[in-house]
């Protein structure tokens, strides 16, 4: 696993991974600068995949994106805590590693899902994110390199922290 800042749809991986809305529909955020690179081919191929329950996940071409792929996910939109979003966040990447192994991905970019417009806190969403994708790296044989890629420094630091964390047994 890596950590990475900077702009996801620049990425040379065999998917990224779209914070998606549950409509599969150009949204903001992560979700629209994808989308936008991707160019409009990509909304089509959405319309007939939608719609994704939150904490599932889709897979489409990449079209004009450097990915070859987009794996779309739908985070929890953040209500406090206390009403299933770290297992349906945890689903998130589950799920979307669960995809990328079914079509052989050797590499997968994350970005920090449901942080931006849904609110979940970036501290506590890295942490879900390094567990989830260190114990699903237990559990399989065939590992794609993973790229965790965050917009702001901040994000980042979160993300090291929580990896950090994860290897000292502290988290």
Same mark, same amino acid.
């Given at each position: 696993?890596k950590?990475?800042? +900077?702009? &996801? %749809?620049a990425?040379? %991986?065999? *998917?990224?991974v779209?914070?998606?809305?549950t409509?599969?529909?150009?949204g903001g955020?992560?979700?629209g600068?994808?989308?936008?690179? *991707?160019g409009?081919?990509?909304?089509?191929?959405?319309? =007939?995949?939608?719609p994704?329950? %939150? +904490?599932e996940?889709?897979?489409?071409?990449?079209?004009?994106l450097i990915?070859r792929? !987009?794996?779309?996910t739908?985070? $929890?939109v953040?209500?406090?805590?206390? #009403? +299933?979003?770290?297992?349906?966040?945890?689903?998130?990447?589950? #799920?979307s590693? !669960?995809i990328a *192994?079914?079509?052989?991905?050797? =590499?997968?970019?994350? $970005?920090a899902?449901s942080?931006g417009?849904? +609110?979940?806190p970036?501290?506590?969403?890295a942490?879900?994110? !390094? =567990?989830t &994708?260190?114990e699903?790296?237990?559990?399989?044989?065939?590992?794609?390199?993973?790229y965790?890629?965050?917009?702001?420094?901040?994000t980042?630091?979160h993300?090291?922290?929580?990896?950090?964390?994860f290897?000292?047994?502290?988290c």
């Amino acid at each position: 696993m890596k950590i990475i800042e +900077g702009d &996801i %749809t620049a990425l040379d %991986t065999d *998917a990224i991974v779209n914070a998606a809305n549950t409509a599969l529909l150009p949204g903001g955020g992560v979700c629209g600068a994808i989308h936008s690179a *991707a160019g409009p081919e990509l909304a089509a191929a959405c319309r =007939s995949l939608a719609p994704c329950p %939150t +904490g599932e996940a889709r897979i489409t071409p990449g079209f004009e994106l450097i990915a070859r792929h !987009v794996i779309h996910t739908v985070g $929890p939109v953040w209500h406090g805590g206390q #009403n +299933g979003e770290a297992a349906l966040l945890a689903a998130c990447y589950r #799920n979307s590693l !669960v995809i990328a *192994a079914q079509h052989s991905l050797h =590499s997968i970019a994350f $970005p920090a899902i449901s942080t931006g417009i849904f +609110g979940y806190p970036e501290d506590q969403a890295a942490k879900i994110a !390094v =567990s989830t &994708i260190c114990e699903w790296a237990g559990e399989t044989a065939a590992m794609p390199q993973i790229y965790l890629c965050c917009f702001s420094h901040s994000t980042r630091g979160h993300l090291e922290h929580a990896l950090h964390q994860f290897q000292e047994g502290t988290c």
